[in-house]
Every structure is written in structure tokens, then in C-alpha cells.
T-cell receptor
């Protein structure tokens, strides 16, 4: 079945770039997403990429997709303390609605 | 414009009891999905409702059931609660019956604790 894996923790200094990595197993994944979850809150969709794309940039966020290796990354430029949160990678196929999530990467930004 | 709302915020139940969680989708959305997020884990898909029917289901037992009303709001029911059902239950809505996850908005969740 589908599986999504992420490293559990990442710590960076304010102003540095953060890179969060994710691997997935389902070769039929069509959509890949990054969500942010702050303490006590639901999930906020940060960005997504279609499987026919290699890269997507949205302000401070850059998503890179290596479909051959089934590897997805999220780069946050100029990381701020407000970026401290749990970041989830997720994937879905063309099946409507069902997304498979990783267990999240806790990003800690130190001043 | 209100986003996705869920009630209650927190709930404590005893093993064996039954619970009902509620969700109101974002205005203009007609598809509702439910997820279970155990502590320290990512959300797991329970099921999705569209046009008052369960359209897709994840790997959850029949103790988990749901309903969607004509106004698109939805309920999640869990019978015979187990300790392992303790989790944050997230509702997500999306528009136009597509269920396209990239147009999916999540609510703040209901924290269920089973003792």
C-alpha cells in the first residue's frame, strides 16, 4: 500500500534555509502536498505539486520533486521563528479525496 | 466567510461508549472527509462523504460510521470506543464534489480522549 516517510526533527537558526525531505512509495501518486500544523490547530495546506512537475516556487517556499526516486522536498528560505511547526508531506492518486500522510517533521527555529 | 468548523473541541468518553462528532464545511464546499490523527502521527483517512453517500473509505472498522446532511454538514460516529480511538479527529471539506485534495480545507479538529 501507500507509504510516506519523513525525518522526525529539524532544527535551524533564524534566517537560514530549512529543507524538509519526504519519500513516498506509490508510483501512481498524482498530487503531492506540504501541510503545516501548529500546536492545537488543524492542518494548513502550504503548497502542492503535480507529479508532472519538477519544481514549484511560491514566495519563500520551493518544492522539488524527483519522481524517479519518489523524493519530495520543501525548502523554506529565510526561516523565521513563526515557521516553527510540524510539517506533513502527503500524497494522493486520482482517487478523489483520500490523502496519505507522513508522520510529520517538527521544525524548530532558534533565534 | 467561516472556514471548516467542528464541535465539540474536546471530548472525554469511557471505553465502550459511543461518540458523535460534528463538522460544518466551508461555505461553497459539498464534500467532507474525516481523518484520525493519533498523537505523534500523521492523519489517517477514515472516509469521505459526497451527496449524502459514503464515497470512499480508509482502513477503519465498521465501528466508524458517518452521515452527511442535505446542508453538507457531516457527523462521525464511533461505537464501542476503545482506548486506541483516542486521537484528534479532523474534518476537511472541498468544493464541487471533486474531493480534489489540493482544494481541501481542514477544521481545527476534535480531541477525543477515551479512558
Amino acid at each position: 500500500g501507500e507509504d510516506v516517510e519523513q525525518s522526525l526533527f529539524l532544527s535551524v537558526r533564524e534566517g537560514d534555509s530549512s529543507v524538509i525531505n519526504c519519500t513516498y512509495t506509490d508510483s501512481s501518486s498524482t498530487y503531492l502536498y506540504w501541510y503545516k500544523q501548529e500546536p492545537g490547530a488543524g492542518l494548513q495546506l502550504l503548497t502542492y505539486i503535480f507529479s508532472n512537475m519538477d519544481m514549484k516556487q511560491d514566495q519563500r517556499l520551493t518544492v522539488l520533486l524527483n519522481k524517479k526516486d519518489k523524493h519530495l522536498s520543501l525548502r523554506i528560505a529565510d526561516t523565521q521563528t513563526g515557521d516553527s511547526a510540524i510539517y506533513f508531506c502527503a500524497e494522493s492518486t486520482t482517487n478523489a479525496g483520500k490523502s496519505t500522510f507522513g508522520d510529520g517533521t517538527t521544525l524548530t527555529v532558534k533565534p | 466567510d467561516a472556514g471548516v468548523t467542528q464541535s465539540p473541541t474536546h471530548l472525554i468518553k469511557t471505553r465502550g461508549q459511543q461518540v458523535t462528532l460534528r463538522c460544518s464545511p466551508k461555505s461553497g464546499h459539498d464534500t467532507v472527509s474525516w481523518y484520525q490523527q493519533a498523537l505523534g502521527q500523521g492523519p489517517q483517512f477514515i472516509f469521505q462523504y459526497y451527496e449524502e453517500e459514503e464515497r470512499q473509505r480508509g482502513n477503519f472498522p465498521d465501528r466508524f460510521s458517518g452521515h452527511q446532511f442535505p446542508n453538507y454538514s457531516s457527523e462521525l460516529n464511533v461505537n464501542a470506543l476503545l482506548l486506541g480511538d483516542s486521537a484528534l479527529y479532523l474534518c476537511a471539506s472541498s468544493p464541487d464534489g471533486t474531493g480534489r485534495p489540493y482544494e481541501q480545507y481542514f477544521g481545527p479538529g476534535t480531541r477525543l480522549t477515551v479512558t
